[in-house]
């Protein structure tokens, strides 16, 4: 095997068909690898090993124009689509101990297996782990996998980087699914295992310096800002909302998870509604999740007073970008973030953004076009807002700044090629 091959680990991303997030992530970077002819073999974790996935898998996998991979056609993807929004709805409502006690049951662990995994193509080969140089693009959180890297990284000489997104598991728990937050510790101890370790942010590579007590005379740190997606012209014959162009209405770009803060958001128009301010039309933008009920419940509450909140789930890249293209302004409130993708793909549109003082996006104001709050002092999200809707002065200022700094947010390609250049370093430091 030649040292020169980057094997880059997507077994999380293989195995599901949603385009959020990381998955996002994963996808765009595998993409522009592929367009630059850099020499990177994708690889997945099954039956004990790594297993290297053919040329052919790339089709499916690198799509990255639609809210859900165009594969879902077999019975296992069927049942899996349908089941998982009832699924993640009821996980939200169970206590811990009720929720531990079922992810440890024998047949609860083989449905999820069978529902999760998509197994590799006949065509698949195995990877020689001997100097394999690997990156982790995805997740891990499988026991076995993590012994097995560990075990190569001492026994077979292989080199691994990890790509860090964030530690919000451990800062704030009280967001995530259990078997995140218990099983995070684990998966953050193959930094001390790692070569080098890239993060979305500076905040991520702190949390991760702080988390992991790696060694840093054994490791490498390095970080960049992710650059905004490029969003493709909508070719749909009926729009997912005709009359876009001509409504004056705030965007908010986010999954429908606790850590959004999208409750927090919706009260504060009520409070606007209240002081007898004109709340604008909203549209609320994400993948569906255990909220749900909650954010439908204040959305009719918020319609009863007047006030227009659109929710949307898997929309398509296209689409998005229409909403983005045509808001006035738009907002990411969430309590924490590893990095905050809606804030640099609203600016990329020229549409200003109101977000957060809080982690990676308080590192984000820095950029034209950006105001912040804070969730816990003046100047508070309601001030905010009311200076966003109550005159044009700020407004005006702020879309100014976004449209001439829209062409300074970076590509993927640059920061593919800037992530390869730093796995590939022969030293480290």
């Not at 909302?241 to 209405?249: C, F, N």
């Not at 100014?400 to 590509?411: C, M, P, Q």
Request: glycine content about 6%; aromatic content about 10%.
């Amino acid at each position: 095997m030649e040292k020169s091959t980057l094997y880059v680990d997507v077994t999380h991303t293989w195995g599901t068909e949603l385009q959020t997030g990381i998955q996002r992530v994963v996808r765009q970077l595998v993409t522009s690898w592929y367009s630059a002819n850099a020499k990177v073999e994708l690889i997945i974790f099954q039956d004990g090993k790594y297993k290297v996935l053919p040329p052919s898998a790339l089709a499916s996998f690198t799509v990255l124009y639609s809210a859900r991979i165009p594969k879902g056609h077999n019975f296992k993807s069927r049942i899996f689509n349908q089941l998982l929004p009832h699924y993640l709805r009821i996980k939200g409502k169970m206590n811990g101990q009720v929720r531990r006690i079922l992810l440890n049951n024998p047949i609860i662990k083989i449905v999820r297996k069978f529902l999760k995994n998509h197994w590799a193509p006949k065509d698949s080969t195995i990877m020689n782990p001997t100097n394999a140089n690997i990156l982790l693009l995805d997740m891990v959180f499988d026991s076995v996998q993590i012994a097995y890297l560990k075990e190569i990284a001492v026994n077979f000489g292989a080199e691994i980087s990890f790509l860090s997104y964030d530690c919000n598991p451990l800062n704030a728990p009280q967001y995530w699914p259990l078997e995140v937050s218990e099983g995070f510790p684990e998966y953050l101890s193959l930094v001390n295992y790692s070569k080098r370790v890239w993060s979305i942010s500076r905040t991520a590579q702190d949390d991760i310096k702080k988390f992991s007590k790696a060694d840093l005379d054994k490791v490498s740190f390095d970080f960049k800002w992710l650059p905004p997606f490029d969003f493709p012209a909508c070719t749909h014959q009926e729009p997912l909302v005709p009359g876009l162009e001509k409504e004056h209405y705030i965007l908010m770009v986010a999954s429908f998870v606790p850590s959004k803060n999208h409750l927090g958001f919706l009260q504060a128009l009520k409070e606007l509604h209240d002081r007898g301010l004109s709340v604008p039309k909203v549209y609320l933008v994400g993948g569906g999740s255990w909220i749900g009920a909650e954010i439908e419940s204040k959305i009719s509450e918020l319609s009863a007073l007047g006030i227009q909140v659109a929710k949307y789930e898997a929309v398509d890249n296209c689409c998005l970008g229409r909403f983005y293209q045509n808001c006035s302004f738009s907002i990411l409130p969430s309590f924490i973030e590893g990095f905050g993708l809606p804030i640099v793909e609203s600016l990329r549109f020229g549409k200003p953004v109101v977000t957060s003082t809080s982690t990676s996006m308080g590192e984000l104001l820095v950029l034209p076009g950006t105001i912040g709050f804070s969730h816990n002092q003046s100047p508070n999200l309601v001030a905010i807002l009311e200076k966003m809707i109550s005159g044009n002065e700020l407004l005006e200022k702020l879309t100014a700044e976004a449209i001439a700094n829209r062409d300074n947010l970076g590509t993927w390609q640059e920061y593919a090629d800037e992530l390869y250049d730093f796995v590939m370093r022969k030293e480290i430091k």
